[in-house]
């Protein structure tokens, strides 16, 4: 099942902060941030396994909920190369076959 | 860090001609590779798991017969698209995990290859 994410587009000005969601109908393993530039491969960001997990790196983070439904990427003090469209890649089972299933997508632009 | 490398990076072919993929492990050995396809300002969307020795195992919807997938080695995964057509014009990516044989490798990111730019004409 595709988790469902929120917004689906967002537009920031530099420094502006921003939240994107991913939600699951069900538990969930683990949760995958990635963002894809346009005509490029997606990037990993970062990866959140244990409920009420929060984690990050400079200026974006990630969190998991208890009830390892919902994760949130949190974009801080946004800058121009944060733009792109960022994906949420899911994982069922504690398989390394298991694949991701990713979300739509929320397509990001920071102006200046 | 764990790259994988795709090729090629964009192919125009004619319709009712074949184009095969390439997606390599560089650096790490890959017992698993996942090939998606991604249409404009859409999601990626799992096309099937390729399996090192084994079969490919394909998403619901996803043609086997179309969408030939060998995995001959631990870094060599490739995708033919047999008699393409218009509609199979798409960005389809591959993807690994650096697998060891550690428990946790299923924690590990997905690697992304470039991708390629499939125009069928």
């Known amino acids: 099942q595709q988790p469902v994410q929120s917004p689906q587009a967002v537009i920031l000005r530099e420094g502006e902060d921003a939240v994107i969601n991913c939600s699951s109908s069900k538990a969930l393993y683990s949760v995958h941030w990635y963002r894809q530039k346009h005509g490029e491969a997606p990037v990993f960001l970062m990866i959140l396994l244990k409920g009420g997990e929060q984690k990050g790196h400079d200026k974006i983070s990630a969190s998991f909920n208890e009830k390892k439904q919902q994760s949130s990427l949190y974009l801080t003090a946004s800058q121009l190369s944060y733009s792109g469209t960022y994906f949420c890649g899911t994982q069922r089972g504690f398989n390394a076959g298991n694949m991701l299933t990713f979300g739509g997508g929320t397509r990001l632009m920071v102006k200046p | ?121």
């Open chain 2, 1 to 121: 860090g764990a790259v994988v490398s795709q090729h090629p990076s964009w192919v125009i072919c004619k319709s009712g001609t074949s184009v095969k993929i390439e997606c390599r492990s560089l650096d790490f050995q890959a017992t698993t590779m996942f090939w998606y396809r991604q249409f404009p300002k859409q999601s990626l969307m799992l096309m099937a798991t390729s399996n090192e020795g084994s079969k490919a195992t394909y998403e619901q919807g996803v043609e086997k017969d179309k969408f030939l997938i060998n995995h001959a080695s631990l870094t060599l995964s490739t995708l033919t698209v047999t008699s393409a057509h218009p509609e199979d014009s798409s960005f389809y990516i591959c993807s690994a995990r650096d697998w060891t044989g550690a428990i946790t490798d299923t924690n590990s990111p997905l690697h992304f290859g470039n991708g390629t730019r499939l125009t069928v004409t």
